[in-house]
């Protein structure tokens, strides 16, 4: 017996079963870092929606943990890097043809297929050069400390309750990252 209870399922999804899955049977939605503001807004918010219904519960019942890809810095050539180090991810995920809804919204389908083909034959440095600053920015956020935070709060602030950041490839400074935790709580 545990005296805290069962401890919650979350499930991890992305596309539309999945999501609408977890909306209806999961104790809350661990949404995926490969997303975008608004593969967000059109698909997983609508699946949620969908799941809820089917399961008879409400939004507030239902706890959203949203995971981001974060490229943060304070100067241009901290950004720079952190962008760089987080493409590596943009393009593992892309190269997943599940993943291709992503890519799809934003305009960005045509990209999926030769990541997929690039990562067969382990070109890491060819599956970077696809991913621009931009894809990285719609797909993860970027800036310092107190922009990343503002783009998380506007994308998800009126939907998640918790926010994970991953800073894939590299690793900000603490002073850096505590910034962020901060300015994610105001």
Known sequence: ????????????????????????????????????????????????????????????????????????GRTGAEQAAARA??????????????YRPVLEVEGWADAQPELNALSKVGDVDR?????????VARIGVTGTPEECAAEIGRRYGAHAGEVCCYFPGYRPPADQIAALTAALHD
């Open 1 to 72: 017996p545990n005296p805290f209870g069962p401890p919650p399922v979350l499930m991890g999804a992305l596309g539309p079963v999945m999501t609408r899955t977890a909306a209806e049977v999961a104790d809350g939605l661990l949404v995926m870092p490969f997303n975008s503001d608004r593969h967000f807004a059109e698909h997983t918010l609508p699946a949620i929606a969908e799941g809820l219904h089917r399961g008879g519960r409400r939004a507030g019942e239902f706890p959203l943990v949203v995971q981001v890809m974060v490229a943060m």
């Open 127 to 135: 599956m970077r050069a696809l991913i621009s600053d931009d894809m």
């Open 85 to 98: 180090a987080v493409s590596g991810l943009i393009a593992f995920y892309g190269s997943t043809p599940a």
